[in-house]
């Protein structure tokens, strides 16, 4: 069983909105920390945000900060990527990590759990 799975990714143009979904299958959701990553082609992955356990506490990526709101509702073991105001930069493939960890780790060696990826495609 994929412990996450990510859903919403698509084309759009640019300036346009996108939301991003993931969905938990694992026990005590809140006692992780929650975050999207992602990679695009011939680049590493980069952390974009991230959320504490409570989703009391994120942390945004520079290039996405005031454009992107990550969001989660432990009822429904989901965790969101609200994206605004999208640019061709950040055309990639997103995906949901979640991990035993302190929210702001960036690094994606601290998350264990990850979703297949979805693609996000943003044209100009």
């Known amino acids: 069983q994929v412990p996450l799975v990510e859903s919403g990714g698509g084309w759009v143009q640019a300036g346009a909105s996108l939301s991003l979904s993931c969905a938990a299958s694992?026990?005590?959701?809140?006692?992780?920390?929650m975050a999207w990553f992602r990679q695009a082609p011939g680049k590493e992955r980069e952390f974009v945000a991230s959320?504490?356990?409570?989703?009391?506490?994120?942390n945004y990526a520079d290039s996405v900060k005031g454009r992107f709101t990550i969001s989660r509702d432990n009822s429904k073991n989901t965790v969101y990527l609200r994206m605004t105001s999208l640019k061709p930069d950040d055309t990639a493939v997103y995906y949901c990590?979640?991990?035993?960890?302190?929210?702001?780790?960036?690094?994606?060696?601290?998350?264990?759990?990850w979703g297949q990826g979805t693609q996000v495609t943003v044209s100009s």
């Open positions: 990590a979640g991990g035993r960890t302190f929210y702001r780790n960036i690094n994606p060696r601290n998350y264990d759990l």
């Open positions: 694992v026990s005590v959701f809140s006692g992780y920390s």
């Open positions: 959320i504490s356990g409570t989703a009391l506490y994120t």
